[in-house]
């Protein structure tokens, strides 16, 4: 197997020289059941949203998989444009500039992304939480220079004290904060919104069978051939060139990855990744990975965030609100770990190799 191109955040795309079959993905990789087969599935790929985006779909003409893509494409570009961060002009912009002063009319996807940070926020006691935006800044996940020292226990404190999702507000028609100084920050949650949206303007499109993909956030469709289904490969998060076994989704089911070697600062040789606990105003410890199945990309995307704050534990007694989700996680220790929920056996193959590592986690029904 050829390694191909890594691109920023870790992006990289493997391709199977024997096969013609690409494998992409931040943390994730698909391939078809059963082994990969020459133009059997068309793939287009391009940079949104600061990732890469793909859209795999199973047609048997290429011109069909290019109208797919360009659908995609522009549609994740709206989203990003109304929910980016770094543009001034978005939606979400214009929320966060008057937070403490008023609310902003609740619209398309600064609605629906709002609307999805409450239920998450409420659903992982506050893990989850995009008003967490003071401390992404504050730690030097926002753009701009990267730290070169630890940001002060005050500075980390004061930041805190704007964090929580219960002062984001949805109601009568608006939305905003009402909090001064409090930044909402979706990328938590966005990219599976977005992944979510595009699979239902394929459907309406006509496309049955396909799988899109932002930046390691998939949805599956039908099948890639007749008698075979999507299969998607779980990166190994001590060792990101590797993976450590493959997930099989049916119709619908979607997966996102968290890990600790997407964004990170290294401050006097330690490492900090961008996933920030809201509890302490530090970057999460002790979590390598969190893979989650769901039914909706928006549910792994937020959930994965969450649940990498939260670690196996306390991550188990949220997932029993969550009973058609799965979860597989990979603490951050010398000694790997790969702890499975019951319901992940259904989805997850472990590679031979990692097969003494996978221990079952908690007493979850799915
Ligand atoms: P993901 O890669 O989906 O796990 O999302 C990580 C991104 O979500 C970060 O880069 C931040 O923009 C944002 N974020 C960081 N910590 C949290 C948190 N505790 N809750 C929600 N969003 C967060
Ligand atoms: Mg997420």
Avoid at 179 to 188: E, F, I, S
């Amino acid at each position: 197997m050829k390694r191909g191109t890594i691109g920023r955040r870790g992006w990289t795309v493997l391709k199977s020289g024997k096969t013609g079959c690409l494998w992409w993905a931040l943390g994730l990789a698909v391939c078809l059941a059963g082994g990969c087969r020459r133009n059997a599935v068309k793939e287009e790929s391009f940079s949104v949203m600061g990732t890469m985006a793909s859209v795999m779909a199973g047609c048997s003409d290429a011109e069909r998989c290019g109208v797919y893509a360009r659908r995609v494409q522009s549609r994740m570009k709206e989203i990003e444009s109304a929910l980016s961060v770094y543009n001034p002009g978005s939606d979400l912009s214009r929320m966060n500039a008057q937070a403490g002063k008023g609310l902003v009319p609740a619209e398309g996807h600064l609605k629906m992304t709002v609307g999805l940070s409450l239920v998450f926020g409420a659903m992982t006691h506050g893990a989850f939480d995009v008003t967490v935006g003071p401390l992404v800044k504050g730690w030097g996940f926002s753009g701009g220079e990267k730290p070169e020292r630890l940001p002060s226990p005050v500075m980390i404190e004061e930041r805190r004290a704007l964090v929580g999702y219960t002062n984001l507000v949805l109601s009568g028609g608006k939305c905003g904060l009402t909090g001064k100084g409090m930044l909402a920050d979706m990328g938590g949650v966005a990219k599976g919104y977005a992944v979510d949206v595009c699979s239902r303007d394929l459907k309406q499109e006509g496309a049955t069978d396909f799988v899109v993909n932002l930046g390691g956030n998939m949805r599956c469709f039908g099948k890639p051939q007749a008698g075979r289904s999507w299969r998607v490969g779980v990166r190994d998060p001590l060792k990101p060139s590797g993976t450590i076994g493959w997930l099989e989704l049916g119709d619908g089911m979607a997966v996102a990855t968290s890990g600790n070697y997407e964004r990170f600062v290294e401050i006097d040789g330690k490492r900090y990744a961008h996933i920030i606990d809201p509890r302490t105003g530090w970057p999460v410890q002790g979590m390598a990975g969190v893979t989650v199945v769901a039914p909706s990309a928006a549910t792994a995307d937020a959930l994965s965030t969450g649940l990498f704050v939260l670690g196996p534990e306390e991550g188990m007694q949220v997932l029993t609100l969550f009973t058609n989700c799965a979860a597989l996680f990979v603490p951050d220790k010398t000694e790997r770990e790969i702890l499975v929920t019951p319901g992940m056996e259904k989805y997850f193959h472990v590679d031979s190799a990692f097969s003494a590592q996978v221990q079952r986690i908690g007493r979850q029904t799915h």
